[in-house]
């Protein structure tokens, strides 16, 4: 473990080189952060998740899924500092040609379930930014500070550029022959209230989040799942709906196969996927690129210890390194370009979303980013 100062001078350092990198904070690991470094330009490329290391997939999965090999690690304990200044204002929402262009994808959306060719899509937009005078890693610092409880990364690769998010929300974490993920839907302001009350439209896309998610995971040969009651979950400003999800994992079903049978999740896509999905790529307008894509370390080498004493020489006897992997859906996440930050925000549509809302929902989590630039 180095020093974070010394930590932060090696991602800089990276990024001069024009050298491929990543940081990120695991909600799990308290003020542990992580990196991987990459000593060359080479394209690391997923072949069927074997690999080792962190790694950063599209929403297209015909697009290739690259990876930063788990070669170089550093590790550092970082407390965000309570100087680190986080806007209380936030950009204004794009001008009003955006909302309507957003509105009549919803639209599109609604009849296209309404004529039963899914039964529900997620649509999405963008917005770019002014970001003058910042740079990542400050960025990436007031995104620690601001969001704990998220997975929060900066990854750097020259072929496909520099990126920085804070997701709530897990594709899958595996160790050993336990598997954990979620499913997330419907969102709503957090106003600090003590009743939250949700709407038929979020119950239902919950439900239909759940199901799926549960189907997938039977098809992929998995048979042991449990899944928790709906319950509420906080997310920055944001409210969501959510269920927790474990299963005991089969040897004989691959790793990749499940990632495969997940991605991307109704939550990010729609169901059923494949339909949902040729809707997006046709009547989006722009390339999500690695939005609602999914990153995280894969197979990485993990110390586990029975007994988290130190003292007790004896069971420290009984650590052991397994293979670790944890996968996060790429939500509330950013692209850095010269001076400028291309912010994604979606939402998911059902049969009964109302356009309007389905509009102010997307200027909400656009908050979640915007308020650290």
């Given at each position: 473990?180095?020093?974070?100062e010394?930590?932060?001078?090696?991602?800089?350092?990276?990024f001069?080189?024009?050298?491929?990198?990543?940081a990120y904070?695991?909600?799990?690991?308290?003020?542990?952060?992580?990196?991987?470094?990459?000593?060359?330009?080479?394209?690391?490329?997923?072949?069927?998740?074997?690999?080792?290391?962190?790694?950063?997939?599209?929403?297209?999965?015909?697009?290739?899924?690259y990876?930063?090999?788990?070669?170089?690690?550093?590790?550092?304990?970082?407390?965000?500092?309570?100087?680190?200044?986080?806007?209380s204002?936030?950009?204004?929402a794009?001008?009003?040609?955006?909302?309507?262009?957003?509105?009549?994808?919803?639209?599109?959306g609604?009849?296209?379930?309404?004529?039963h060719?899914?039964q529900?899509?997620?649509l999405?937009?963008?917005?770019?930014?002014?970001?003058?005078?910042?740079?990542?890693?400050?960025?990436?610092?007031?995104?620690?500070?601001k969001?704990?409880?998220?997975?929060?990364?900066?990854?750097?690769h020259?072929?496909?550029?520099?990126?920085?998010?804070?997701?709530?929300?897990i594709?899958?974490?595996?160790?050993?022959?336990?598997?954990?993920?979620?499913?997330?839907?419907?969102?709503?302001?957090?106003?600090?209230?003590?009743?939250v009350?949700?709407?038929?439209?979020?119950?239902?896309?919950?439900?239909?989040?759940?199901?799926s998610?549960?189907?997938?995971?039977?098809?992929?040969?998995?048979?042991?799942?449990?899944?928790?009651?709906?319950?509420?979950?906080?997310?920055?400003?944001?409210l969501?709906?959510?269920?927790?999800?474990?299963?005991?994992?089969?040897?004989?079903?691959?790793?990749?196969?499940?990632?495969?049978a997940?991605?991307?999740?109704?939550?990010?896509?729609?169901?059923?996927?494949?339909?949902?999905?040729?809707?997006?790529?046709?009547?989006?307008?722009?390339?999500?690129?690695?939005?609602?894509?999914?990153?995280?370390?894969?197979?990485?080498?993990?110390?586990?210890?029975r007994?988290?004493?130190?003292?007790?020489q004896?069971?420290?006897?009984?650590?052991?390194?397994?293979?670790?992997t944890?996968?996060?859906?790429?939500l509330?996440?950013?692209?850095?370009?010269?001076?400028?930050?291309?912010?994604?925000?979606?939402?998911?549509?059902?049969?009964?979303?109302?356009?309007?809302?389905?509009?102010?929902?997307?200027?909400?989590?656009?908050e979640?980013?915007?308020?650290?630039?």
């Amino acid at each position: 473990m180095i020093a974070p100062e010394d930590f932060f001078l090696k991602l800089e350092n990276q990024f001069k080189q024009d050298l491929p990198f990543v940081a990120y904070k695991d909600p799990k690991e308290d003020n542990l952060l992580k990196a991987f470094l990459q000593f060359d330009p080479k394209r690391h490329i997923v072949e069927d998740f074997t690999e080792s290391g962190f790694v950063f997939a599209p929403f297209n999965s015909q697009n290739p899924t690259y990876y930063i090999p788990s070669d170089f690690p550093l590790t550092t304990e970082f407390i965000p500092s309570d100087e680190l200044e986080v806007n209380s204002q936030v950009a204004p929402a794009l001008g009003i040609a955006n909302k309507i262009e957003h509105i009549e994808l919803v639209k599109k959306g609604i009849a296209a379930i309404k004529a039963h060719n899914f039964q529900k899509v997620v649509l999405s937009r963008k917005e770019t930014i002014s970001i003058k005078n910042q740079d990542a890693f400050s960025i990436f610092k007031k995104l620690l500070r601001k969001y704990p409880t998220a997975f929060v990364y900066v990854f750097y690769h020259p072929n496909i550029g520099l990126w920085l998010g804070a997701t709530p929300e897990i594709l899958l974490s595996v160790q050993r022959n336990k598997l954990s993920t979620m499913a997330l839907a419907g969102t709503q302001k957090n106003n600090d209230k003590k009743h939250v009350l949700w709407g038929e439209k979020e119950k239902e896309e919950q439900e239909i989040v759940t199901f799926s998610i549960l189907k997938n995971l039977k098809d992929s040969g998995i048979t042991k799942i449990k899944a928790s009651d709906v319950y509420t979950s906080t997310a920055g400003n944001l409210l969501h709906l959510k269920t927790d999800i474990e299963a005991e994992l089969d040897a004989t079903v691959p790793i990749g196969k499940i990632i495969l049978a997940l991605h991307p999740t109704p939550a990010v896509c729609g169901l059923p996927k494949e339909s949902a999905k040729s809707f997006i790529l046709k009547n989006e307008g722009y390339e999500r690129e690695y939005y609602s894509g999914f990153l995280g370390a894969l197979n990485i080498n993990t110390e586990t210890k029975r007994n988290p004493n130190k003292r007790n020489q004896e069971n420290r006897a009984y650590s052991s390194v397994v293979k670790k992997t944890s996968l996060f859906v790429n939500l509330r996440c950013m692209k850095l370009t010269s001076e400028k930050a291309v912010v994604f925000i979606g939402g998911g549509i059902t049969k009964d979303s109302d356009p309007e809302a389905e509009w102010e929902e997307t200027v909400n989590k656009a908050e979640t980013m915007k308020a650290v630039l």
